[in-house]
């Protein structure tokens, strides 16, 4: 069965504290690998797209990496409003439906 | 550009009431997907749309649940005889080519059945 599977659950930081978040999945074949971010009360916001291993994308303080097995999105001297829910999603061949983790909330404090 | 949107932001209904829900995608977007999203968990999918067909309807919980799509854009996704499980975020995204391609997602429509 297709899981994705995102850790840690959650994650405080102080402004400045770089990390990463981790994202595993279990898939008979990825077409693709999405992260968004989420705020309270809204819609997912669209981050980055990767296809293939190796492959890696950057945007601002963030940067999305892709293993065969594994997706990271490291968080570079992180800022207060960095602070939201990052969720990962897959989609794998043979459907059109993104599979969602259950996301990372981080918080960033000042 | 506009985005997706949806209406209404919030709905409260009382069990065993029909509602309706609306998602206006981008235009062009020839892809549409509802999903449904409880409180700390991520999207779950319902239902994705091709044009005008529901190319895959097999999120739907139960035969409460249907969405339409009559002339490939906007879509409603309808529940009837709602229950308290019911309650939820849903969420409407589209793509403009499906499967592989980014899905844009609107601010999702919160349900509150009492």
């Known amino acids: 069965e297709d899981q994705v599977t995102q850790s840690p659950e959650a994650l405080r930081l102080q402004e400045g504290e770089s990390s990463s978040l981790n994202c595993s999945y279990t898939?008979?074949?990825?077409?693709?690998l999405f992260w968004y971010r989420q705020d309270p009360g809204k819609g997912p916001e669209f981050l980055f797209t990767?296809?293939?291993a190796g492959e890696e994308k950057e945007k601002e303080r963030l940067k999305a990496t892709l293993t065969k097995k594994e997706s990271f999105l490291h968080i570079t001297a992180p800022k207060p409003e960095d602070s939201a829910t990052y969720l990962c999603?897959?989609?794998?061949?043979?459907?059109?439906?993104?599979?969602f983790g259950t996301g990372t909330r981080l918080k960033v404090l000042a | 550009g506009a985005g997706v949107s949806q209406t209404p932001s919030n709905k409260v209904t009382e069990k065993g009431k029909y509602v309706e829900l609306r998602c206006d995608p981008i235009?062009?977007?020839?892809?549409l997907y509802w999903y449904r999203q409880s409180l700390g968990q991520g999207p779950e999918f319902l239902i994705y749309?091709?044009?005008?067909?529901?190319?895959?309807d097999s999120g739907l919980p139960n035969d409460r649940f249907f969405a339409v799509r009559p002339e490939g854009s906007v879509s409603t996704l309808k529940i009837q005889r709602t229950e308290r499980g019911d309650s939820a975020v849903y969420l409407c995204?589209?793509?403009?080519?499906?499967?592989?391609?980014?899905?844009?997602f609107g601010p999702g429509t919160r349900l509150t059945v009492l």
């Open positions: 995204a589209s793509s403009g080519l499906g499967s592989g391609d980014t899905q844009y």
């Open positions: 898939v008979s074949g990825l077409r693709g």
């Open positions: 999603a897959v989609d794998t061949s043979g459907t059109y439906k993104y599979i």
């Open positions: 749309f091709q044009g005008t067909g529901a190319a895959d």
């Open positions: 235009s062009g977007h020839t892809a």
């Open positions: 990767l296809y293939s």
